[in-house]
């Protein structure tokens, strides 16, 4: 590395065509005629692997027997009846390891029926429809919830229980409503703002107020919304990243993959945002592969995902490593960080230890490497990162908050779903799932306090 | 929401979608299971006399016609009447119906073409408190060999006598399934209506057989190396039940009869066809047998959305919108004209329409352009047969155009004229009326 050797992260490196290019829909919509066809292909099975496949148990055959029958509207009622946010999940599900994975086309034609497209066809119909209501909301029952997190999960819970006729306060920390989906999901999965349509139609449903940069910070906090509301749900995601713990983290350039993925998503312009001429990102799952084809696409020269562990250890799906490598994107495994170099407060390089599995336990085989870097991108895991968490007395398991099967948590009258909670897997779909299924038992204990009390 | 309950004939049902009479409806463990799926109603599978029951063949009793996807377009069966004794039957019935009062449970009856075996079984029908019976004159196999079914429903006079009969000795309201297996359907609907019945079902399946083994050379399917015709029904024979649905529906004899349509009917938009053409309700079987009773489901869902997206207030409201626009083909008006217009923004070419038109038709598409590959209507040769539209593989890239009047069609050389001239008043025509 030669010492005159400047840091070059800038944004501007491409041309205005090539931006647009590459931040448009990595999956291409379906056009009638694709629709009809790959509906087609959809045998209408019985107790169907995909439905059960779903986190959120969207009846599969069903939906897409109404896109084959020209009943796209039909679909659509059929997905967002058991998944309101089936519209961006059909966008950024794994469908790979999820519905698709299971199709019975896998063994006879080694192709699955592409469900995730056909959903994304579905809804896409309906909302861009005249009338794309299709829920009525239930009559006012009097009961007041307060949602903490506009993510899917709050989102999912927030729209259920507007929909049983309770009244909803959403209160989120950003600017925008959306959580992840907003903030944290590759822009070129879910072009043209989907993400706030989304949260406009959710919305729409009546009975939610929508309370932005409204961070719970004391525990006095969530005393507050527990005294003031029937419910409370939390669906705070995880706030914080976890550190690498080597020398050299605060150079310039050093930078969570989180925040980079978010500044892209906000940009009105992909053009400003800059970008290393080589990018090491250090991780496995699926923020790891955002950051780094997001990088490429931004025109960085060389990008290396680097992992310490093996390829059959990547929390990313083999889906989501192909669309890596096919980007141009390297893939090194067995690497683990020892240092980040730079000159002058700002990043040079990474000097990684080689490792390997001895009994079970990662260990260094002493040999060492080093990769040149202009920006290293951290996405290395999302930690709970809220104390006042803790303070308010609920129950952590693994770092995160304790919930039973119906995401009650420790704390009687609250309850929580999302990234926030211990075992999940860390889904958008999987968020989904949770707020909805907390919606259902608040719904449920609600109408039991009413009938108690003879309301 | 547009409304889909029904009422046919005086027999109520939450919605127009009945199974017919068919092994989905032998028994009661079937209908639960299609009354929790949805379904509005059933036509119980056709019980005969009191006494041993019938016996049905032990292998083969189903062929299929199958698209290369293995999507059935055609199914045939040679399966009987039901084969369990009359009184499990009539138990299962009175059971059923007890437990779902809102659906419509219609009871379909084949005995022999005697006045007194009729009057023997129908106030044991009517004990069961169904909601009507429905004359099985249609079976194709088997029973009519036995006299009863389609034999009974080729003859008019007969249709009338027992339909009569069914009327003096039950107070249920009495459908008649018709066979497809005549030459005018009109005479058999005719007879039925004279014979006092309330309404008229169909079509029952039609005469076929559906192959050779190349191998065995004999029928296809085979019991024990013999086969027999079997009732076709399925997707293939929709356009047939429609024509004789709307023959029924436009006869100034039976206009007004109510109509049970039958014949093909797999998702909402083959019951719209049906309902436009006069049918009030309508039954299905081979879609049930090949995806099992939750497609009701699709079929409300897509039907449902129609009726709004149309601004029906319900499936009354778009009960025979279509029967006016059919017609006999000496009213068709011979003055319209219609050119073929190819999308070449759409065209993939694969030269599908121009050797149809070329080999077949009126040599009026062209291949090449200026030595390239090139697909164009020429309007010269074209005489708007529709022929090219049917072949495309990609929708909407053909398409007919109708000329306006005034407009000069190019083939004739004259100008289209805004006249209605029938083949009844046309020049040509020798029996022509002159005006």
Known sequence: ?455 | MARLDIDFCGIRSPNPFWLASAPPTDKAYNVERAFEAGWGGVVWKTLGEAGPPLVNVNGPRYGALLAVDRSLIGFNNIELITDRDLEVNLEEITAVKRRWPDRAVVVSIMVPCREDSWKAILPRVEDTGCDGIELNFGCPHGMSERGMGSAVGQVPEYIRMVTAWCKRYTRLPVIVKLTPNITDIRHPARAAKEGGADAVSLINTINSIMGVDPDTLTVSPAVGGEGTHGGYCGPAVKPIALNMVAEIARDPNTAGLPISGIGGIGSWRDALDFIALGAGSVQVCTAAMVFGFKIVQEMVSGLCAYLDAKGFSGVEALRGRAVGTVTDWSHLDLNRVSKAVIDQDKCIECGRCHIACEDTAHQAITCTQNGRRHFEVKEEECVGCNLCVNVCPVPGCITLRDLAPGEIDRRTGLAVSARRLEWTAHPNNPMGRRS
């Open chain 1, 1 to 455: 590395m030669s010492a005159d050797r400047k840091a070059d992260i800038r944004p501007g490196r491409l041309t205005a065509e090539a931006y647009a290019a590459h931040f448009a829909d990595h999956v291409p919509p379906l056009t009638d005629a694709q629709a009809l066809l790959e509906a087609s292909r959809c045998l209408y099975c019985f107790d169907a692997p995909c439905t059960r496949a779903c986190p959120t148990g969207i009846d599969v055959p069903s939906f897409i027997k109404r896109i084959a029958e020209e009943n796209a509207r039909g679909a659509a009622e059929t997905i967002l009846e058991s998944n309101p946010l089936g519209g961006f999940c059909a966008r950024d599900c794994p469908t790979e390891v999820l519905c698709e994975q299971v199709c019975v086309r896998n063994v006879q034609q080694g192709r699955p029926v592409a469900i995730g497209r056909l959903q994304r066809f579905a809804v896409d119909r309906l909302m861009a429809s005249a009338n794309n209501r299709i829920f009525e909301r239930a009559p006012s029952s009097g009961r007041r919830a307060a949602v903490v997190g506009a993510g899917p999960a709050g989102l999912a819970c927030a729209h259920a229980l507007a929909r049983a006729g309770h009244t909803v306060t959403l209160c989120d920390a950003r600017p925008k409503a959306g959580g992840l989906n907003e903030y944290g999901v590759a822009t070129y999965k879910t072009a043209d703002d989907y993400a706030q349509r989304e949260v406009e139609w959710l919305l729409a449903i009546g009975g939610i107020t929508l309370q932005l940069g409204w961070a719970l910070t004391g525990a006095d906090q969530l005393e507050g919304l527990c005294r003031d509301h029937d419910a409370v749900f939390l669906g705070l995601g995880l706030a914080d990243t976890h550190r690498l713990g080597v020398p050299g983290e605060t150079l310039a350039g050093v930078v969570d993959a989180v925040e980079f993925i978010s500044a892209l998503r906000q940009a009105p312009d992909p053009g400003t945002v800059p970008v290393g001429r080589r990018v090491v990102v250090i991780g496995g799952g699926m923020t790891a592969v955002d950051a780094a084809v997001q990088s490429k696409l931004l025109g960085a020269e060389r990008v290396d995902i680097v992992y310490r562990r093996g390829p059959q250890h990547m929390r990313a799906s083999v889906e989501e490593q192909n669309l890596a490598r096919i980007r141009g994107v390297g893939i090194l495994h067995w690497l683990a960080p020892v240092e980040v170099l730079g000159e002058g407060g700002a990043v040079t390089g990474m000097r990684f230890a080689r490792q390997q599995l001895g009994a079970g336990r990662l260990a260094p085989t002493g040999e060492e490497c080093v990769l040149e870097a202009d920006m290293v991108l951290k996405a290395i895991g999302q930690r709970l990162g809220n104390p006042v968490l803790a303070q308010c007395g609920l129950a952590l398991r693994e770092g995160r908050i304790a919930v039973d099967e119906s995401g009650r948590t420790s704390i009687p009258g609250v309850w929580a779903g999302g990234d926030c909670i211990a075992g999940g897997q860390d889904l958008t779909v999987d968020a989904v799932a949770h707020g909805l299924r907390a919606a259902r038992d608040i719904d449920l204990q609600l109408s039991i306090a009413r009938t108690r009390s003879g309301k």
